[in-house]
């Protein structure tokens, strides 16, 4: 199982990134999808979940009304577009998928918001 992210990078106060994870090495259309984040000096968080067909997403209520997570599993690929990003946006985000007995994730994308 592979993801490799891309996307992140520097942005201003209530500017967008749109993140990318191209997955292989396993069923991607069978599979749900989440992105996490962490920031130093904390834990990891589940940011946005999107179920195997596309149908049905969850947001942790930090994001809700600003992220926006998708994906087209013809390219084996999740997005999350996040807009009116703010300094506390500021982590690692990391895309993931659940295993049978692990969780499997990516290598992470920085992203920074500041002025």
């Known amino acids: 199982v592979q993801f490799v992210e891309s996307g992140g990078g520097l942005v201003q106060p209530g500017g967008s990134l749109r993140l990318s994870c191209v997955a292989s090495?396993?069923?991607?259309?069978?599979?749900?999808m989440s992105w996490y984040r962490q920031a130093p000096g904390k834990e990891r968080e589940l940011v946005a979940t999107?179920?195997?067909?596309?149908?049905?997403?969850n947001y942790a209520d930090s994001v809700k009304g600003r992220f926006t997570i998708s994906r087209d599993n013809a390219k084996n690929t999740a997005y999350l577009q996040m807009n009116s990003l703010k300094p506390e946006d500021t982590a690692v985000y990391y895309c993931?998928?659940?295993?049978?007995?692990?969780?499997?994730w990516g290598q992470g994308t920085q992203v920074t918001v500041s002025s």
């Open positions: 993931s998928a659940p295993g049978r007995f692990v969780r499997y």
């Open positions: 090495g396993f069923t991607f259309s069978s599979s749900a």
């Open positions: 999107i179920s195997s067909a596309g149908g049905s997403t």
